[in-house]
Nanobody, 123 residues
Framework: QLQLVESGGGLVQPGGSLRLSCAAS????????IGWFRQAPGKERGGVSC????????TVADSVSGRFTISRDNAKNTVYLQMNSLKPEDTAVYYC????????????????WGQGTQVTVSS
């Protein structure tokens, strides 16, 4: 069974850090571009960051640029999202997703999705 599983979410104070992980089972992540998306209550799911198959090319949303970093360890079949200087507006459910070929912010282009992990930034 092809599956993505996110972990690492939680409650953190403003200015704090979290590292999210996206682990794959049943398929090899290195064949896919991996995107991180987030969805806050009442809002559409939007792209946060994406990393290409080799890990060389990455994209990041303007709202998190300079604070979030995406990386991948193909040997561990895992992609990470390091989130620093977190703000209350970063509060959302974070999802990872896999698609063939190149990165995209277009949700329907992704083939596989994780179940999401909640990130709450609050004092």
């Amino acid at each position: 069974q092809l599956q993505l599983v996110e972990s690492g979410g939680g409650l953190v104070q403003p200015g704090g850090s979290l590292r999210l992980s996206c682990a794959a089972s049943g398929f090899t992540l290195e064949n896919y571009a991996i995107g991180w998306f987030r969805q806050a209550p009442g809002k559409e799911r939007g792209g946060v960051s994406c990393i290409g198959r080799s890990g060389v090319l990455t994209t990041v949303a303007d709202s998190v640029s300079g604070r979030f970093t995406i990386s991948r360890d193909n040997a561990k079949n895992t992609v990470y999202l390091q989130m620093n200087s977190l703000k209350p507006e970063d509060t959302a459910v974070y999802y990872c997703a896999a698609k063939r070929y190149i990165c995209s912010d277009y949700v329907p282009e992704y083939d596989y999705w994780g179940q999401g992990t909640q990130v709450t930034v609050s004092s």
